[in-house]
């Protein structure tokens, strides 16, 4: 009786050590292996745009963004970063790099932007997923944001300017109109240049999806500094 004792009692405290391990890698190591993720990321954006012009420009840089700050983007790349995103309603230090895809590996290092969504300040509806927890909880606060927040994005050319139009939005993981080019449900009523981001909700799990969405509201050359939306 007494080795059967033992043993149970040795088993609990195995299978205890182990859980407070687990805790400790989802709360924790995968936090810190993702926020370096990120950094090199960042660094690997900040390196490409201090060479010269962004690689793949399509057209001629200065009159075709004039004209529509998106027509001279860059072809996306898969699982290549192409975009940095500031939210001041975050934290005057949260920078998040924004990758071309959702792949699980992929929004380990950053943002992801939905194919065959709009590309960033195009026509349409520019769709980004990140992780509410864990993988460095880009997507933590997100419920936060309020009507009007500014969401900024720059491609390292171009500042792009999201104004938040309204609370975040709770809803299944099967609605995909929800990066729609006129999402669903939004309360847009016609085409324009619209920003989607989505995490999951509730914070601790993945039943549903928490929703925000933004439209442009205004663009600016990189050439002029940081847009008012970041000063300050």
């Known amino acids: 009786m007494r080795f059967v004792v ?22 924790y190591w995968t936090g810190i292996r993702a926020d370096s993720a990120m950094d090199d990321e960042l660094g690997r954006l900040q390196d490409r745009w201090s060479t010269g012009p962004v690689a793949g420009a399509a057209g001629t840089a200065g009159a075709a963004r004039a004209a529509d700050p ?34 699980t590996e992929l929004l380990k290092k950053g943002l992801g932007h939905y194919e065959r969504t709009a590309r960033l300040g195009g026509k349409g509806n520019f769709a980004v997923a990140g992780h509410r927890r864990t993988y460095g909880d880009p997507f933590k606060d997100l419920p936060e944001l309020r009507p009007g927040d500014a969401v900024v994005l720059t491609d390292g050319t171009t500042w792009f300017t999201y104004r938040v139009d309204a609370a975040p939005h709770r809803t299944r993981p099967d609605d995909i109109g929800v990066i729609d080019p006129v999402p669903a449900g939004s309360g847009f009523r016609g085409p324009g240049r619209y920003l989607t981001l989505t995490t999951c909700e509730p914070e601790w799990g993945h039943s549903h999806r928490l929703i925000v969405w933004a439209h442009l509201d205004a663009t600016s050359p990189v050439t002029e500094g940081r847009p008012k939306a970041l000063a300050g």
């Open 6 to 27: 033992r043993t149970l009692s040795e088993l609990c405290v195995t299978a205890g050590t182990l859980i407070v391990l687990f805790v400790v890698y989802v709360l």
């Open 70 to 103: 998106a027509a001279a983007s860059r072809s996306y790349r898969d699982g290549e970063s192409f975009a940095v995103m500031y939210i001041p309603r975050l934290g005057a230090g949260w920078a998040k790099p924004v990758l071309h895809g959702t792949g």
